[in-house]
């Protein structure tokens, strides 16, 4: 999983500038949201139970009092106090607001002031008395009074200086009443400073989430972008194996389903994978810092949050990958039976393809519901684990607020940081958890990314000459890629230039095989295919292909208008050479018939046009093209026989310079070729014209007679 993980976060690496900005933007959003509790515990221990009294150290002390706590001060320390107070009217105020000196003063001041607080609050009983009256004949030094305070606080750990705090600022709200200053307005005035800076903290962190998850959706679908363009740039260099390897479906879900599954990585990567530790680390040193004792209940959550997820994984992540398969079988089945509707009419197999989607459905809703029911029942157990760990530092802290040893509002931040500890692990956790169906993802995107096409460019092209179109086999064997036996078994033949050569044979004989050979949708296997004397493995692909037009079997025509169609090949051809290209494939009829003529919308996949109308348009983009060679695989079939002569005709007239290359059923079709070559199990068996033909192959006679007879055939050899 690591090295997948590593995978997922190369695709980061272009995006490093948002991914540093985003970084920053989190730290801050952190920094906000663990300054929150701080404030809470400020608010309710200095706020409320302090009446807004931050420090021990008195802003106003009495002359009296002034005098008193000099008794308790070694001589440095009443030197801090003389330098850091200042006597102004009728008391003394404190000059010195600098942290390091009130500091100081607080560590100064703190003892004395508690031990003073407790010998005027004590109860006047017969103990209390005694150590009065002793400390007014000088026979118990104060300083012997501060060393055994500060033996007891130091016996009690924690509460000892829980304890000393409480006492100095009960001193110096006593003060504060004594010399009729306003506590009330302290209170109220650091109320409002602390409120106020809470609510302000809140509202950048505000601000810094919005901007981190706009950025960081901007930055995902910025790699989802790049991945789709990466995924779909790679299939077009497919070859015809690579693309039969993985199949269109396959294809499909990858290019959407998997890429979208990497978006949703991308973002948690960005907003939680670089969050969540962030945020751990900082609520750990703050319930650290607390001193609360309560530490090993954080410890106690974590280990519960990872025995969780433990058992997640190892139930969940194996079928994130049977799921990905699960929804190839879907598409492929859905696409199937979609694009064969026609024909499951035509024979009411309605009921069985409903059964085997329903099948294909079925295995993936399994799946589904497994992990839904996996994760359905890991919520609730987080939440229950939540919980206790809410009622344990309750429970517990309650005791410590109980005893002494912790403020209310400690408890308050306590639990606050507890939940952003316990929840920086939960995201961690569930990011491990959903990640994983992120990798499968992945690894299925770069099994295409890596795949190189067996159709490789030239390593060393030839010098390529002025191409005239003549094409030549020379001794070509071929077998498909997986396949045991060989399709194509020597074939020899030239295809000049301004001559049309005919293949015709029965059904998986070859024919299409041997076309493929000539665009290099295939390699060959064995001999060699070349142009004009270049063997078209040394040719650059985009420079063979820019030699060739093709009009395949299945006609196919892209969502657009007819005029887009026809000028595929080059999008800013004249309108002449379209029009003239429509006029030799014998479409102009019927498109100056149309409404919107050249400008009429086709439908995708050019469903609202006829197959007959399809063809012709099929035919009329590749003579657009003005290609050295037009390869012809069965394109007639759709036509009938006063279109199909018409078209030939056309083509032999205005195409005198083109190797055209024929494959067809119909011996109607290729009669007046130039070479007409009889396949037979991927082998040559007659070569010649028709006549000579008709002359020397009783197999080809044989065929001439099925389907023209044998009184029309001398007719229509006349004709052609």
């Given at each position: 999983?690591?090295?997948?993980?590593?995978?997922?976060?190369?695709?980061?690496?272009?995006?490093?500038?948002?991914?540093?900005?985003?970084?920053?933007?989190?730290?801050?959003?952190?920094?906000?949201?663990?300054?929150?509790?701080?404030?809470?515990?400020?608010?309710?221990?200095?706020?409320?139970?302090?009446?807004?009294?931050?420090?021990?150290?008195?802003?106003?002390?009495?002359?009296?009092?002034?005098?008193?706590?000099?008794?308790?001060?070694?001589?440095?320390?009443?030197?801090?106090?003389?330098?850091?107070?200042?006597?102004?009217?009728?008391?003394?105020?404190?000059?010195?607001?600098?942290?390091?000196?009130?500091?100081?003063?607080?560590?100064?001041?703190?003892?004395?002031?508690?031990?003073?607080?407790?010998?005027?609050?004590?109860?006047?009983?017969?103990?209390?008395?005694?150590?009065?009256?002793?400390?007014?004949?000088?026979?118990?030094?104060?300083?012997?009074?501060?060393?055994?305070?500060?033996?007891?606080?130091?016996?009690?750990?924690?509460?000892?200086?829980?304890?000393?705090?409480?006492?100095?600022?009960?001193?110096?709200?006593?003060?504060?009443?004594?010399?009729?200053?306003?506590?009330?307005?302290?209170?109220?005035?650091?109320?409002?400073?602390?409120?106020?800076?809470?609510?302000?903290?809140?509202?950048?962190?505000?601000?810094?989430?919005?901007?981190?998850?706009?950025?960081?959706?901007?930055?995902?679908?910025?790699?989802?972008?790049?991945?789709?363009?990466?995924?779909?740039?790679?299939?077009?260099?497919?070859?015809?194996?690579?693309?039969?390897?993985?199949?269109?479906?396959?294809?499909?879900?990858?290019?959407?389903?998997?890429?979208?599954?990497?978006?949703?990585?991308?973002?948690?990567?960005?907003?939680?994978?670089?969050?969540?530790?962030?945020?751990?680390?900082?609520?750990?040193?703050?319930?650290?810092?607390?001193?609360?004792?309560?530490?090993?209940?954080?410890?106690?959550?974590?280990?519960?949050?990872?025995?969780?997820?433990?058992?997640?994984?190892?139930?969940?992540?194996?079928?994130?990958?049977?799921?990905?398969?699960?929804?190839?079988?879907?598409?492929?089945?859905?696409?199937?039976?979609?694009?064969?509707?026609?024909?499951?009419?035509?024979?009411?197999?309605?009921?069985?393809?409903?059964?085997?989607?329903?099948?294909?459905?079925?295995?993936?809703?399994?799946?589904?519901?497994?992990?839904?029911?996996?994760?359905?029942?890991?919520?609730?157990?987080?939440?229950?684990?939540?919980?206790?760990?809410?009622?344990?530092?309750?429970?517990?802290?309650?005791?410590?607020?109980?005893?002494?040893?912790?403020?209310?509002?400690?408890?308050?931040?306590?639990?606050?940081?507890?939940?952003?500890?316990?929840?920086?692990?939960?995201?961690?956790?569930?990011?491990?958890?959903?990640?994983?169906?992120?990798?499968?993802?992945?690894?299925?995107?770069?099994?295409?990314?890596?795949?190189?096409?067996?159709?490789?460019?030239?390593?060393?092209?030839?010098?390529?000459?002025?191409?005239?179109?003549?094409?030549?086999?020379?001794?070509?064997?071929?077998?498909?890629?997986?396949?045991?036996?060989?399709?194509?078994?020597?074939?020899?033949?030239?295809?000049?230039?301004?001559?049309?050569?005919?293949?015709?044979?029965?059904?998986?004989?070859?024919?299409?095989?041997?076309?493929?050979?000539?665009?290099?949708?295939?390699?060959?296997?064995?001999?060699?295919?070349?142009?004009?004397?270049?063997?078209?493995?040394?040719?650059?692909?985009?420079?063979?292909?820019?030699?060739?037009?093709?009009?395949?079997?299945?006609?196919?025509?892209?969502?657009?208008?007819?005029?887009?169609?026809?000028?595929?090949?080059?999008?800013?051809?004249?309108?002449?050479?379209?029009?003239?290209?429509?006029?030799?494939?014998?479409?102009?009829?019927?498109?100056?018939?149309?409404?919107?003529?050249?400008?009429?919308?086709?439908?995708?996949?050019?469903?609202?046009?006829?197959?007959?109308?399809?063809?012709?348009?099929?035919?009329?983009?590749?003579?657009?093209?003005?290609?050295?060679?037009?390869?012809?695989?069965?394109?007639?079939?759709?036509?009938?026989?006063?279109?199909?002569?018409?078209?030939?005709?056309?083509?032999?007239?205005?195409?005198?310079?083109?190797?055209?290359?024929?494959?067809?059923?119909?011996?109607?079709?290729?009669?007046?070729?130039?070479?007409?070559?009889?396949?037979?199990?991927?082998?040559?068996?007659?070569?010649?014209?028709h006549e000579e033909l008709l002359a020397s192959s009783p197999a080809y006679q044989a065929i001439a007679v099925s389907q023209l007879g044998e009184q029309e055939l001398a007719g229509k050899a006349g004709d052609a």
């Amino acid at each position: 999983m690591g090295g997948k993980l590593l995978k997922a976060f190369h695709y980061l690496k272009p995006e490093w500038r948002a991914v540093v900005l985003i970084c920053f933007l989190l730290v801050g959003q952190a920094m906000c949201e663990l300054a929150l509790p701080g404030y809470t515990r400020s608010l309710v221990d200095v706020g409320v139970q302090q009446s807004g009294i931050e420090h021990p150290a008195p802003l106003y002390l009495s002359e009296d009092s002034h005098a008193e706590l000099s008794t308790y001060l070694t001589e440095e320390q009443q030197q801090l106090m003389a330098q850091a107070y200042q006597w102004q009217e009728d008391r003394y105020v404190r000059i010195a607001h600098d942290n390091a000196t009130i500091t100081q003063l607080n560590d100064a001041l703190a003892l004395p002031m508690a031990a003073q607080y407790s010998l005027q609050h004590m109860p006047d009983n017969a103990q209390t008395l005694a150590m009065k009256a002793l400390l007014a004949t000088g026979l118990v030094d104060k300083q012997a009074i501060l060393a055994k305070a500060r033996d007891m606080l130091g016996a009690q750990g924690e509460m000892g200086d829980t304890l000393l705090m409480q006492g100095a600022i009960q001193y110096t709200r006593a003060e504060y009443e004594k010399l009729g200053v306003d506590t009330g307005k302290i209170q109220r005035s650091y109320l409002w400073t602390a409120g106020l800076a809470m609510l302000g903290a809140t509202l950048l962190m505000g601000m810094l989430l919005v901007a981190s998850s706009f950025i960081s959706s901007r930055t995902s679908a910025r790699i989802s972008r790049r991945l789709r363009g990466q995924l779909f740039g790679q299939v077009l260099h497919f070859s015809t194996a690579e693309i039969n390897r993985f199949s269109t479906a396959s294809l499909i879900t990858r290019t959407t389903n998997d890429v979208q599954q990497v978006q949703q990585a991308g973002m948690m990567m960005l907003r939680v994978l670089l969050y969540a530790p962030i945020l751990g680390v900082g609520g750990i040193i703050r319930v650290a810092q607390t001193r609360s004792g309560l530490a090993w209940i954080v410890v106690v959550a974590v280990a519960s949050m990872i025995a969780l997820v433990a058992v997640t994984s190892m139930l969940a992540v194996p079928k994130f990958k049977m799921m990905q398969k699960l929804l190839d079988r879907l598409n492929l089945v859905s696409r199937e039976i979609l694009s064969g509707v026609p024909v499951i009419r035509a024979f009411t197999r309605e009921e069985y393809e409903q059964q085997r989607f329903d099948k294909a459905n079925l295995d993936l809703m399994r799946v589904h519901r497994f992990i839904n029911r996996v994760f359905s029942l890991l919520m609730p157990a987080m939440g229950l684990v939540l919980n206790l760990v809410t009622l344990m530092i309750i429970w517990f802290g309650a005791k410590g607020v109980d005893m002494g040893t912790m403020q209310v509002g400690s408890l308050l931040a306590f639990i606050s940081y507890t939940m952003q500890v316990v929840m920086a692990f939960m995201m961690i956790a569930m990011s491990a958890i959903m990640l994983p169906h992120a990798n499968v993802a992945t690894e299925r995107i770069e099994e295409v990314l890596t795949t190189s096409s067996s159709i490789a460019e030239p390593a060393h092209p030839a010098d390529l000459p002025a191409f005239t179109g003549h094409v030549r086999f020379e001794n070509v064997s071929f077998r498909y890629p997986d396949a045991s036996e060989d399709v194509l078994h020597s074939i020899s033949f030239e295809a000049p230039p301004g001559q049309m050569t005919a293949i015709i044979g029965g059904t998986g004989s070859g024919k299409s095989s041997v076309l493929n050979m000539i665009p290099r949708f295939f390699d060959v296997t064995g001999g060699r295919v070349s142009i004009d004397g270049v063997d078209v493995r040394d040719i650059p692909l985009q420079t063979l292909r820019a030699l060739i037009g093709l009009v395949p079997q299945d006609s196919v025509l892209f969502t657009g208008d007819i005029a887009s169609n026809i000028k595929f090949a080059d999008e800013n051809m004249p309108d002449e050479r379209m029009q003239e290209a429509a006029r030799i494939a014998q479409a102009e009829e019927f498109i100056t018939a149309k409404e919107q003529g050249y400008a009429e919308p086709i439908a995708q996949g050019g469903t609202n046009v006829s197959g007959g109308q399809k063809q012709r348009l099929s035919i009329a983009r590749a003579i657009a093209a003005q290609p050295k060679i037009l390869l012809f695989d069965d394109s007639f079939s759709a036509l009938d026989y006063r279109t199909d002569r018409n078209l030939r005709q056309q083509l032999r007239t205005h195409l005198c310079d083109t190797a055209v290359i024929v494959v067809a059923q119909r011996i109607a079709s290729v009669m007046q070729a130039d070479r007409i070559i009889m396949l037979e199990n991927g082998t040559i068996t007659a070569m010649g014209t028709h006549e000579e033909l008709l002359a020397s192959s009783p197999a080809y006679q044989a065929i001439a007679v099925s389907q023209l007879g044998e009184q029309e055939l001398a007719g229509k050899a006349g004709d052609a």
